[in-house]
């Protein structure tokens, strides 16, 4: 699963799972449309982890 989901590691995966299906749609917009609003992202793109 894992390599499918392209998630490098166990704990990366878990935390992307812990989302609600509204706050990954909220994320996947707020990646794709970064000048659209000026709210944090919830995912750290740079290794799919969740931002503190």
Do not use: R
């Not at 590691?9 to 794709?32: P, Q």
């Not at 970064?34 to 992202?41: D, L, Y």
């Amino acid at each position: 699963m894992l390599h499918v989901s392209g998630h490098k590691t166990l704990k990366t995966f878990m935390d992307y799972i812990k989302l609600s299906s509204d706050e990954i749609a909220d994320e996947i917009d707020t990646i794709a449309n970064p000048n659209k609003g000026s709210t944090k992202p919830l995912l750290d793109s740079t290794n799919n982890s969740l931002s503190a």
